[in-house]
């Protein structure tokens, strides 16, 4: 069973929503994430400038493609954008691997 207390999330800026950085890449900007987003808060709408795999270890998230819960597997295409808000209920909690990076759009 996964342990969410023993993970250290960093708090970000985004009300609700907090991370866990496992890897990221300075030349290519790839990263690897834990994405904590407790029930009704959003990730910032972003644009992915490459392919981007979420897989989803609790809870879930809506987005403009639909809803997305635990066990399931999303892939994000190169330019494709959008805003995740987490599901009611528990934290979503997700891994995601972002190659090439993520830009922040304006609200």
Known sequence: ???LSRIEWRGTRHEGVALK????????RDATVLIRMRPGCSYPAHRHA???EVFILQGGYRD????HRAGDYVLNDAGSAHRPTALEGEDCVMLAVAHSGIELLKP
């Open 1 to 3: 069973m996964l342990d």
């Open 21 to 28: 950085v496992l890897r990221r890449d300075g030349a290519t």
């Open 50 to 52: 490459g392919l981007e």
């Open 64 to 67: 403009a493609a639909g809803e």
